[in-house]
């Protein structure tokens, strides 16, 4: 019915486009890198230990994680669409292995596959400043794939001791469970006599973009992932080019060792990993968190309101 509707109206959806001033691309990537200036923490690797066991992929695990490739999601600064790596997945998946292994066992990944094309896509039709540009990061499936496999490895490795109301990257567990668990929480409590609850919903803003690699490291050792896997990430996340791509106009190149790449596989669950240990300091309070999505509920008895204050 739309469908006709539209046909006989002429009617045309246009979304909003970007400016075309040259020295847009330029402003917004200075926007995008502006926590670089906060970070003043070195990123330093640490020595492994002797017995410390390197990841080693398979062929078998890269075959199968390259036909798993969707293609039609768009190619990042390589240029290397997703058609191409699922069709000739037998033919690549020993010589990206190859690749992987190598970067595993020196703890050092490509600069071409940590490079990042940022988009920016008006988020409403009036743009008043550069915050209501919505940054869509092209990265190279390539690395997408790797980072698939190392994220496997490294759900396998976490402790069992998470902080449970993390919904994310969870067996079993989706948005739908966390607003259960949140109202549940909620509901039992108000069948008390002489309660309420209070519940802040937080934003983080910009979470991903502000890690701190070396603080995000420090927790990784002591979720007991092994060093070189450590140092890996390390290197991953420090020392990526970035530019901003409007049309035919490209920025100039800037490189971050600050935050965690957007639009990357391995980004949301170090996010979770960097915020596991916060957990509520009361039992009055439960802190519900899915990715960086954040509520803080008080269940409050006799109008003391003294422990929920304290935790926000």
């Known amino acids: 019915m ?12 246009t979304s909003p486009s970007c400016d075309s001033d040259a020295i847009l691309p330029d402003t917004l990537n200075d926007f995008y890198a ?21 990841l080693c992929l398979t ?4 075959r199968r994680t390259l036909r798993g490739v969707n293609p039609r999601k768009a190619a990042g600064p390589d240029n290397i669409p997703g058609c191409v790596l699922r069709e000739c997945a037998d033919q690549l998946a020993d010589v990206l292995t190859d690749i992987f292994n190598i970067s595993l066992s020196c703890t050092v990944v490509p600069t071409c596959f940590k490079t990042t094309t940022i988009v920016p896509v008006p988020k409403k039709p009036t743009v008043s400043c550069l915050n209501d540009y919505r940054p869509i990061a092209l990265t190279s499936i390539i690395m997408k794939c790797f980072e698939r496999l190392v994220m496997r490895h490294i759900k396998t490795q ?24 949140t109202l549940h929480l909620a509901l039992t409590h108000l069948e008390k006599k002489g309660t309420y609850v209070r519940m802040l919903f937080i934003d983080f803003s910009s979470a991903f973009n502000t890690i701190v690699p070396q603080h995000l490291i420090g927790k990784l050792s002591l979720l007991g992932l092994n060093t070189s896997l450590c140092n890996w990430i390390l290197d991953f996340l420090t020392g990526r080019p970035q530019f901003v791509r409007i049309g035919s106009s490209t920025s100039n190149t800037t490189t971050l060792s600050t935050g965690a790449p957007q639009g990357s596989v391995l980004s949301p669950l170090l996010f979770t990993l960097l915020t596991h240990d916060c957990a509520a300091m009361h039992s009055s309070n439960h802190i519900i ?20 204050r304290e935790e926000v």
């Open 2 to 13: 739309w469908e006709g509707i539209h046909a006989i109206t002429n009617y045309r959806k």
């Open 34 to 54: 502006r926590f670089e200036a906060q970070n003043n923490v070195a990123a330093e690797k640490s020595i492994p230990l002797q017995n410390d066991q390197v």
């Open 59 to 62: 062929v078998a695990d890269v």
């Open 158 to 181: 976490r402790p069992p001791s998470l902080d449970p109301l993390q919904f994310v990257y969870r067996p079993d567990r989706s948005t739908d469970d966390a607003n259960s668990t």
């Open 289 to 308: 968190k899915f990715a960086d999505d954040t509520t803080v509920v008080g269940l409050i008895n006799k109008d003391n309101e003294s422990a929920y």
